[in-house]
């Protein structure tokens, strides 16, 4: 069976630095952070009162947040191909609904539900083909890129559009906080003094094709989506284990998927949400399959906070934006590498050899991880 592969021919986002991947660049390469004083609800009873969040949206409007940051990002997307199969990425989508009715008895409780959600999206993005949800944690959008690259190496689709999104709710705070996984400072990743993660929201969109049916139709695209992989380290309910067998597993997967050895990535956007156990899991795992030297790595989560189910989405875009780019992001509010990140993650841009390929490794909740991996073409 002949194997397609699977190339991005569209993408876009919406973060708390704007809408389109320039100004979160921008935001990356600068070294600033999106995560501010929380102003769309109390705070006092939890254990901070940061986030990063996107301006403009109302909150408990009758629109919900994730609706009001799709349909910013509708308009910059071409209505899809016919038959674009779709996949939706979120670990809550609407509860901001569920919130409104348990505080305030208005509104209807159903339209939290996912499948009403997933309905919503396929109108507003006209897609005709398949849709599903895809809820796997904060590996969600990972998931849904690696399955839709899957569907077209297959070739079950020729075309599918990954959607992800995920808001900042008193929901998703308070459950953060009973965790005591929250800093009181903008996150720090990799940073010895690191003490946990900030929230933040964001959409994107991935629409995948066949490289055949995008020569076809004419699309331009220069990045594959070459392999993935998953496992879980079924450790504990929320934490990843110790010794890092999960990600060590999942990268050597998604590798094989590729056809690469180690010595062919060029950097690693790393999960990197600031807590103590992810950033040292992560770093474990890439001292044991990169064993040759460090690689460059860096976290997106201390500029635009921990989006939860759109987090590996927005880190895929900006990783081919970094292979584009030829420059590895710096790791923002990263100050005092902790020993096991120094020569990996760095408060500077770094650079990488040419013809490299970007690795992308996302961990959630049940102790699941994912790795994908970026071609230039």
Not at 9 to 28: K, Q
Not at 45 to 52: D, K, L, P, R, T
Not at 141 to 167: K, N, T
């Amino acid at each position: 069976m002949k194997l397609r592969k699977a190339v991005i021919v569209d993408s876009g986002i919406i973060t708390p630095f704007g809408n389109g991947v320039e100004p979160c660049w921008r935001g990356l390469m600068e070294n600033r952070t999106a995560v501010v004083p929380l102003q769309r609800f109390a705070t006092a009873q939890f254990g901070a009162a940061i986030a990063a969040t996107i301006s403009g949206l109302e909150y408990h409007a009758n629109l919900s947040l994730v609706m009001q940051m799709l349909a910013q990002l509708s308009r910059s997307l071409p209505v899809p191909p016919a038959g674009t199969d779709l996949l939706l990425a979120t670990t809550k989508g609407e509860i901001d609904f569920l919130e409104k009715y348990l505080l305030t008895g208005a509104g209807d409780p159903q339209e939290s539900r996912l499948d009403r959600l997933l309905a919503k999206v396929a109108a507003l993005f006209g897609v005709t083909g398949s849709k599903a949800v895809i809820s796997a944690a904060c590996t969600s959008s990972a998931v849904a890129a690696s399955r839709a690259a899957a569907m077209i190496r297959s070739g079950e689709s020729s075309s599918v559009l990954v959607i992800a999104c995920d808001a900042v709710t008193e929901f998703i705070y308070s459950g953060f906080s009973s965790l005591m996984a929250l800093d009181t400072v903008p996150a720090r990743p990799f940073d010895r003094n690191r003490k946990g993660l900030s929230v933040g929201e964001a959409a994107a969109c991935l629409l995948l094709m066949s490289e055949e049916r995008a020569v076809a139709e004419g699309y331009s695209f220069s990045t594959e989506i070459a392999g993935w992989g998953m496992s879980d380290d079924a450790n504990h309910m929320t934490g990843p284990s110790r010794e890092s067998e999960g990600m060590v597993r999942a990268i050597q997967t998604a590798l094989k998927s590729a056809a690469l050895l180690p010595e062919d990535v060029g950097f690693i956007s790393a999960h990197g949400t600031g807590t103590s156990y992810n950033d040292a899991m992560e770093m474990r795992g890439f001292h044991a399959v990169f064993r040759a030297a460090p690689l460059p790595v860096y976290s997106i989560k201390g500029a635009v906070g921990h989006t939860m189910g759109a987090a590996g989405l927005l880190e895929i875009i900006l990783a081919q934006r970094a292979l584009a780019e030829m420059t590895v992001p710096l790791t923002v509010n990263l100050q005092d590498p902790d020993e096991d990140a120094l020569g990996w993650a760095s408060a500077a841009a770094q650079t990488f050899a040419a013809n490299k390929a970007a690795l992308v490794t996302n961990a959630g909740f049940s102790g699941v991880n994912t790795a994908v991996v970026l071609k230039r073409l």
